[in-house]
C-alpha cells in the first residue's frame, strides 16, 4: 500500500503550475492574479477585522460574493485550519493556522540574528563550512553561512538548495521530524531530483533515511547534493518542540572520517541544541569542544 508521500509524489503534475498567465510579466503591467486566493483571502481579513464571529451571510456580503461560493472557500479554511467554525451558531472566526504563521514568521525572522553567535562558534570548533536553513513552504532556503577556515574548503550552490531537501543535510534534518502529509508536500512540489548518483531517488529511499535521522540525531549528506562534499545536519526546535530550522556543517571527502567526522557530528548536534535552548527548547548539557 502506498504511504501518503508516496501518494502525493503518484498524483503531483510534473512541469506544471497552477497559474494560467504566463511567466513573465511585461514592463509597467500588472501580473495576473487568482480570483480565488484573492475571494479567500478578503475573506481572512474580514474575520480578522471582526469584533468577534461572523455568520456566513455577513461574510458574503462583506466580501461580495454569494452564500454558495462564499460557503465553498470557507469549508477549504476550515479544512486547512486558517478559520473555524462554532458547531452551536455556525459563525466563522479565524483559525489555529493564522497564528502559526505569524509565530513561524518572528521565529524566522529573529533565527539568523540568534543562531549566529553559534554558527560562529561551530565554524571555529570544526573549521569547516556552516549553514543555518530553514523551510519556507516547499522551498529550503539558506539564512546564513561561514566558509571554511581551513585552505582546502568546499563551496556551495544556495541557489540550487530549494528543491534539494532530500539531498542535503540541512533539508533532512528538518524533513526527518515533520509529519508525514508535510513530508508528503514537500517532495510532491519539489520531486526528487537527482544531484549526483549517490542522491536518494525513491520515496522508500528518503523514509528509511530520514528514520536514521530520527535514531542518530543527527543527518548525514553523503555526495548527495555535490560531489566529493559530506555534510553533517541537526535540526533546530522551538519549546514545543517543533522544527524552526537546522544547522550543518561541509567538508571535503577526504577529511569526513576518523575523529575529525565525530567531532563534526558532535559539535553541529550541539550547535543545534543550543541555538533550540534560545527558542525555548531544554537547555543542553555543557560540552566540551
Known amino acids: 500500500m502506498a504511504t501518503g508521500v508516496e501518494k ?31 475571494r479567500a483571502l478578503d475573506i481572512l481579513e474580514i474575520l480578522a477585522d471582526a469584533d468577534g464571529e461572523l455568520p456566513l451571510n455577513e ?42 504563521l505569524s509565530d513561524s514568521r518572528l521565529k524566522q525572522f529573529n533565527l539568523s540574528e540568534i543562531a549566529m553567535p553559534e554558527l560562529r562558534r561551530l565554524n571555529d570548533a570544526t573549521l569547516e563550512s556552516v549553514h543555518l536553513a530553514v523551510l ?49 508536500r514537500v517532495i510532491a512540489q519539489g520531486g526528487l531530483k537527482r544531484f549526483t548518483d549517490k542522491t536518494i531517488s525513491t ?12 535514531r542518530n540525531g543527527y543527518s548525514l549528506d553523503n ?24 544547522v550543518s556543517g561541509s567538508m571535503p571527502r577526504m577529511r569526513a572520517d576518523g575523529d575529525h567526522m565525530a567531532k563534526v557530528k558532535h559539535c553541529v548536534q550541539d550547535c543545534a541544541a543550543r541555538i533550540s535552548s534560545r527558542f525555548g527548547s531544554p537547555e543542553p548539557e555543557q560540552i566540551q569542544y
Request: net charge negative; charged share 20%.
Open 136 to 184: 519556507q513552504g516547499t522551498s529550503l532556503v539558506t539564512f546564513a553561512k561561514l566558509d571554511s577556515k581551513l585552505p582546502i574548503r568546499v563551496g556551495s550552490d544556495d541557489g540550487m538548495k530549494a528543491d534539494a531537501s532530500h539531498a542535503t543535510a540541512t533539508g533532512k534534518a528538518i524533513l526527518a521530524w515533520l509529519p508525514e502529509p508535510e513530508i508528503a
Open 223 to 246: 555526495e548527495e547534493f555535490q560531489a566529493g562534499v559530506v555534510c553533517v545536519g541537526a535540526a533546530i526546535r522551538d519549546h514545543a518542540g517543533a522544527v524552526v530550522g537546522s
Open 8 to 38: 502525493a509524489v503518484e498524483t503531483a503534475p510534473v512541469g506544471t503550475d497552477r497559474t494560467d498567465g504566463p511567466d513573465v510579466v511585461p514592463p509597467g503591467k500588472m501580473p495576473r492574479t487568482i480570483q480565488s486566493v484573492e
Open 203 to 214: 520515496i522508500s529511499e528518503l523514509m528509511e533515511d530520514l528514520r536514521l535521522v530520527r
Open 59 to 100: 461574510l458574503a456580503a462583506g466580501a461580495h460574493l454569494n452564500a454558495s461560493t462564499c460557503h465553498h472557500l470557507l469549508a477549504t479554511l476550515v479544512k486547512r485550519g486558517y478559520a473555524g467554525q462554532t458547531s452551536r451558531t455556525r459563525s466563522y472566526f479565524l483559525g489555529p493556522r493564522v497564528t502559526d
